[in-house]
């Protein structure tokens, strides 16, 4: 599976942005898709992830009621939906596919494919 994120840029705090993430393959939907980012100097973090169905979701602490992820099969594309940014969610953004559901504990070493990153700058 090869992924393609798209979507960053900068922003003001406050606004929002959406990010999209392009898969290519047949079996885009037996995979569970994720959102990661990471910040200068910081470790990846865990974002968002969705199962191949779209039926469940979870967040990470720091986005929950600000951020959703959908996916539409059809399209193979995994979307990330950012309001109410701050300045903090300033990182580069990572699309990944994980195998397997792993319900609450979300690894970035568990994730089997990443997509190549995407800029978003949140202006104070």
């Known amino acids: 599976v090869q992924l393609q994120a798209c979507g960053g840029g900068l922003v003001q705090a406050g606004g929002s942005l959406r990010l999209s993430c392009a898969a290519s393959?047949?079996?885009?939907?037996?995979?569970?898709m994720a959102w990661f980012r990471q910040a200068p100097g910081k470790e990846r973090e865990f974002v968002a992830v969705?199962?191949?169905?779209?039926?469940?979701?979870y967040y990470g602490d720091s986005v929950k009621g600000r951020f959703t992820i959908s996916r539409d099969n059809a399209k193979n594309t995994v979307y990330l939906q950012m309001n109410s940014l701050k300045p903090e969610d300033t990182a580069i953004y990572y699309c990944?596919?994980?195998?397997?559901?792993?319900?609450?504990?979300?690894?970035?070493?568990?994730?089997?494919?990443w997509g190549q990153g995407t800029l978003v700058t949140v202006s104070s």
């Open positions: 990944a596919a994980y195998a397997s559901w792993y319900g609450i504990q979300w690894l970035s070493s568990r994730v089997n494919y």
């Open positions: 969705i199962r191949g169905s779209g039926g469940s979701t």
């Open positions: 393959g047949r079996t885009f939907s037996s995979y569970v």
